[in-house]
């Protein structure tokens, strides 16, 4: 048995494309929420600096003016607004799993970075799969981002907006026992009316029925598009039209799918929190595990390779001669011995 402990979702627009004052926004919203005794916070989809809506709105080449400042203002690993995060999750003594743009020497990442309640790194996390035309701005992530780690809190994970109806990466997930799973939302007011998928009922759905498949907490956190974004984006009347204000529905859901903790409207800004109980994910695993007893291995099972692929795997001097003096049959098994 374990106690219960407060956690909160997101629900707030960053100051758009400027990295800075996002992550002093961000330290303001991690400071409410451990005021309020909560002990994980979870920020929404590239919260820093913020997602980049003009993806959706025009060509390619027409929003390419805006690219390098994009890059600019989105983080590097090891950064002076890195130190600030984690500097924060320790003065206040809270598990902070941020979305953001990672840029690591020039390519950009939907990134998940997970800081401890004692400042340390636990996790660094890419968007396995870039959805649609986010393929225009980021690169993908590897085996290696889809992991669930082991704290004091409980065992979390964390997946990026659509990586939530990918049937193969939630199974992933769920195989780890991921008893609080961080779900990254952008906001929920693009294409509004037109492209109903996009829309909060089945992106929020997907978050619920996350909890439900996976018998564990799901923090949905979800930002908001403000009106300074809208100004800044939508210069054009068919812009207007193709991203709205708000959009925000932020959502925290038990391992039952049971909604907790208050919501907020479309276009407010704050913290949905709720109290966790992971006694509670006992009720669910009894009922249906899909990696334990409700499985069927000898009918369908995934194929997970958990393992980093770099573009470039350097071998050092010793590596290296010994590959130069080692015949390929002398480090490969037999044919026979691998069927």
């Known amino acids: 048995m374990t106690s219960s402990f407060k956690a909160a979702a997101v629900q707030a627009a960053p100051v758009f494309l400027d990295l800075n004052a996002s992550v002093d926004k961000a330290i303001t919203l991690i400071e409410e929420a451990a005021s309020k005794g909560v002990k994980i916070i979870a920020f929404p989809e ?3 600096p913020g997602y980049p809506w003009y993806i959706w709105l025009d060509a390619t080449a027409m929003y390419m003016p805006l690219v390098p400042q994009y890059v600019a203002n989105s983080i590097v690993a090891g950064s002076e607004q890195d130190k ?110 037109g492209a109903y998928a996009l829309g909060p009922e089945v992106n929020t759905a997907a978050s619920r029925i996350y909890a439900v498949e996976g018998q564990c907490f799901v923090l ?13 984006l ?37 913290l949905v929190i709720a109290d966790i109980d992971l006694n509670m994910i006992a009720i669910g695993k009894a009922a249906a595990d899909p990696c334990g007893h409700y499985s069927r291995p000898d009918v369908f099972r995934l ?21 130069e003096n080692t015949e390929v049959s002398d480090v490969m098994e037999p044919a026979e011995e691998l069927l």
């Open 303 to 323: 194929m997970f390779n958990k393992n980093p692929s770099p573009p470039v795997m350097a071998f050092d001097n010793e590596e290296a001669r010994y590959m």
């Open 46 to 48: 590239t919260w820093l």
């Open 84 to 193: 600030r995060l984690a500097q924060a999750a320790k003065d206040n003594q809270i598990h902070v799993v941020m979305g953001l743009s990672w840029n690591v020497n020039g390519t950009l990442y939907m990134g998940q970075w997970h800081y401890g309640a004692d400042g340390k790194v636990i996790s660094r996390r890419r968007k396995l799969k870039p959805t649609h035309v986010e393929r225009t701005v980021y690169a993908e992530g590897d085996g290696s981002d889809m992991v669930v780690h082991d704290t004091e809190l409980g065992r979390i994970g964390a997946l990026c907006c659509w990586e939530h109806i990918q049937p193969l990466n939630k199974y992933a997930m769920f195989s780890q026992n991921e008893q609080i799973h961080v779900a990254a939302w952008p906001s929920f007011s693009v294409y509004e009316g």
């Open 234 to 270: 939508c210069d054009t009347p068919v812009k207007q039209q193709l991203l709205k204000k708000g959009g925000g529905y932020a959502r925290i859901f038990g391992p039952d799918g049971s909604p907790l903790g208050e919501n907020l409207a479309p276009d407010e800004e704050g």
């Open 220 to 232: 949905a956190a979800c930002a908001t598009v403000s009106e300074e974004m809208i100004e800044f």
